[in-house]
């Protein structure tokens, strides 16, 4: 079992930075690939960004690129999304996941987060 809370959402102006933490509890973390995805409004989810267990391994949704970094420090039990560049379509409760990698690309994760809410202003 693993339990996923996020912090460090809020409201910030275009062109600002976030840096989204999520901290796990369970002893299987480091073996779960970890992501993020994202709900806003009116619209599906969509996945933002995956890791590996290992770190090497990283998956970024084609407008994330080149603005968002994912991390994770196993010996935290943490996963780490930073945010530069932020655009107001970046808007949305985004959600810390955790499951084998089939889950995670397959939209299904074994575990979630409550979510921590991102909106940014234009």
């Known amino acids: 079992q693993v339990q996923l809370v996020e912090s460090g959402g809020g409201l910030v102006q275009a062109g600002g930075s976030l840096r989204l933490s999520c901290a796990a509890s369970g002893r299987t973390f480091s073996r779960y690939t970890m992501g993020w995805l994202r709900q806003a409004p009116g619209k599906e989810r969509e996945l933002v960004a995956l890791?590996?267990?290992?770190?090497?391994?990283?998956f970024y949704k084609d407008s994330a690129k080149g603005r968002f970094t994912i991390s994770r420090d196993n010996a935290k039990n943490t996963v780490y999304l930073q945010m530069n560049s932020l655009k107001p379509e970046d808007t949305a409760v985004y959600y810390c996941?955790?499951?084998?990698?089939?889950?995670?690309?397959?939209?299904?994760?074994?575990?979630w987060g409550q979510g921590t809410q991102v909106t940014v202003s234009s």
């Open positions: 890791i590996s267990w290992s770190g090497d391994m990283t």
């Open positions: 996941a955790a499951g084998p990698m089939s889950t995670m690309t397959g939209g299904s994760p074994a575990y």
